[in-house]
């Protein structure tokens, strides 16, 4: 009989090294970054629409998984040794774990931290000496998967780090790309959260000229858009200086995503919209496949 290690639950962090006062507001460190990488890539694996554009199920064949494996970092160690088909089920309904908690991301509610709870089952943790220059700390914590099968490697690496992710509330890292017609899923990584769009094609491109155009819009129609710099005082030194500096690309995202005219709100409703169906045909599709 097999001998399955201590369940962990999310109330302490997975592994890696704990984070301190200062790297709270940064980002992680490299493990945890790697596997939360690997997991949105996993996820892009899926049919769908990313940038505009359809692309296949690339994890269709033993072959396909075999090709996503290769293409990971190698400090993962997620050897191809032990894909075959059955192993590609597993990964592709760990996919599907792994889409729904990108989609209900931020976690906060119980429900939605039992689905992480369910990918920690069975998963143990274990002390492990770090060597290097650059080591933060003598030990670091580190997943034992509940076999060495690669689904089982996979599951326990992502779900330890989607339990740091939940520790210290980080979990709104996780997106599906704000662009129009993509499904893709991203994990923001930068310091200043601002990574709203995938890197499959030109989204954030897309989104800067429809931006654009709602604001001549607006113009041509008699409206302004309120912005942080037209909310400033018109007698205030720093508010006038603000109109005249380029802003930063962190302001740049946060206008697209919060739109003010008429016409952007309109369409980020109907962005909003369709991918909420495009959404919910993916998991009718799911469910129809699975009772097949």
């Excluded at 690997?38 to 998984?65: F, H, Q, V, Y």
């Excluded at 976690?107 to 089952?121: D, H, K, Q, S």
């Excluded at 740049?252 to 980020?268: D, G």
Aim: overall charge positive.
């Amino acid at each position: 009989m097999r001998t399955v290690a201590p369940r962990t639950k999310v109330t302490v962090p997975a592994f890696g090294a704990p984070l301190n006062w200062q790297e709270k507001t940064a980002m992680f460190n490299a493990e945890i970054n790697r596997a939360l990488t690997a997991a949105a890539d996993l996820i892009n694996t899926s049919e769908g629409l990313k940038s505009a554009r359809p692309t296949p199920d690339t994890l269709d064949s033993a072959e396909g998984l075999k090709a996503y494996l290769s293409e990971r970092e190698p400090e993962l160690e997620w050897p191809t040794s032990t894909a075959n088909r059955k192993q590609l089920e597993r990964v592709r309904a760990l996919r599907e774990k792994l889409l729904t908690v990108w989609s209900s991301a931020p976690v906060t509610e119980p429900n939605e931290v039992e689905a992480i709870n369910g990918l920690l089952e069975g998963v143990g943790i274990k002390l492990v000496h770090t060597t290097g220059e650059d080591a933060e700390s003598s030990f670091r914590q580190e997943p034992i998967p509940v076999s060495n099968q690669i689904s089982d490697i996979m599951t326990a690496t992502i779900a330890a780090a989607l339990a740091h992710l939940v520790t210290e509330e980080e979990t709104g890292r996780l997106r599906i790309c704000r662009g129009d017609d993509c499904e893709a899923a991203i994990v923001d990584l930068t310091r200043n959260r601002s990574k709203l769009f995938c890197d499959f094609g030109n989204c954030a491109n897309r989104a800067h000229v429809r931006a654009y155009r709602a604001r001549q819009a607006a113009k041509r129609n008699g409206t302004t858009a309120v912005t942080e710099s037209s909310e400033a005082s018109p007698n205030s030194g720093a508010g006038s200086k603000r109109k005249l500096e380029k802003p930063s690309s962190a302001e740049k995202a946060e206008e697209i995503n919060r739109p003010t005219s008429v016409s952007a709100v309109a369409a980020k409703e109907f962005r909003d919209r369709m991918r909420e169906e495009l959404m919910d045909k993916r998991k009718k599709k799911s469910k129809t496949s699975k009772k097949s």
